[in-house]
């Protein structure tokens, strides 16, 4: 691994509203790095995860991710590079699964003409034209990896990737995962199966009491 790295922060501490969610946070991930996320419920992982996608800012210390500083505007320049799958299927129900890729491909600044292949890639090929609303859980789960894999990140966040999926979409996860780092991004994986993200991680860390240890 050489160059900067991908995700740097030093002392960092968020707030949201009058709490202090995470304190004097000290992080480097570097190219090629898959990095486990553990810490009890409520401990601050997807306040952490949320941090570095750019979607909140540190309220003490700096940091920086693809090289932007996440205190200022820059953040916003390198947010499409950023792919972010949480707890909740970030897709818009009222549209179809196919719908939902060509609206993220547009976003993103790629062609449509990846969708059909990314829905195939996934075992959606039959389901293109389904609503999401009416879809299950683990297909729309499953989108959302046929979005990540048509769109070139540099970056992948993932909260509990493995929840509620049965073994080929797991394997569809860890797939993923593996391409990301062979291509030179990085993964974080916040989990609380610590033998499975084990298995795939360079390394793990665990948040506790809003501090990595």
């Given at each position: 691994?050489?160059?900067?790295?991908?995700?740097?922060?030093?002392?960092v501490?968020?707030?949201?509203?009058?709490?202090q969610?995470?304190?004097?946070?000290?992080?480097?991930?570097?190219?090629g790095e898959?990095?486990?996320?553990?810490?009890?419920?409520?401990?601050?992982?997807t306040?952490?995860?949320?941090l570095?996608?750019t979607?909140?800012?540190?309220a003490?210390g700096?940091g920086?991710?693809?090289?932007?500083?996440?205190s200022?505007?820059e953040?916003?320049?390198?947010?499409?590079r950023?792919?972010?799958?949480?707890?909740?299927?970030?897709?818009?129900?009222e549209?179809?699964?196919?719908e939902?890729?060509?609206y993220?491909?547009r976003?993103?600044?790629?062609?449509?003409d990846?969708?059909?292949g990314?829905?195939?890639?996934?075992?959606?090929?039959g389901?293109a034209?389904?609503?999401?609303?009416?879809?299950?859980?683990?297909?729309?789960?499953r989108?959302?990896?046929?979005?990540?894999?048509?769109?070139?990140r540099?970056?992948?966040?993932?909260?509990?990737p493995?929840?509620?999926?049965d073994?080929?979409?797991?394997?569809?996860?860890e797939g993923?995962?593996?391409?990301?780092?062979?291509?030179?991004?990085?993964?974080i994986?916040?989990?609380?199966?610590?033998?499975r993200?084990?298995?795939?991680?360079h390394?793990?860390?665990?948040?506790?009491?809003?501090?990595l240890?």
């Amino acid at each position: 691994m050489s160059g900067a790295p991908l995700v740097e922060l030093s002392g960092v501490g968020v707030r949201i509203g009058s709490s202090q969610i995470l304190r004097d946070v000290d992080l480097e991930i570097e190219a090629g790095e898959v990095v486990g996320l553990f810490g009890a419920n409520g401990a601050g992982k997807t306040t952490a995860l949320r941090l570095i996608a750019t979607l909140i800012r540190p309220a003490q210390g700096s940091g920086t991710v693809l090289g932007a500083d996440l205190s200022s505007a820059e953040r916003y320049d390198v947010r499409r590079r950023i792919g972010m799958i949480g707890h909740v299927p970030g897709i818009f129900p009222e549209l179809t699964l196919a719908e939902n890729l060509r609206y993220a491909a547009r976003v993103a600044g790629v062609s449509t003409d990846r969708v059909a292949g990314a829905l195939a890639a996934v075992g959606l090929a039959g389901a293109a034209d389904r609503p999401a609303g009416a879809a299950s859980h683990g297909m729309q789960r499953r989108t959302e990896f046929a979005r990540e894999l048509m769109i070139d990140r540099s970056l992948l966040l993932l909260d509990e990737p493995h929840s509620a999926l049965d073994r080929d979409a797991v394997d569809l996860v860890e797939g993923l995962i593996e391409r990301k780092a062979a291509e030179g991004g990085a993964v974080i994986v916040v989990s609380h199966d610590r033998d499975r993200v084990g298995a795939i991680a360079h390394r793990t860390v665990d948040l506790v009491g809003g501090t990595l240890t």
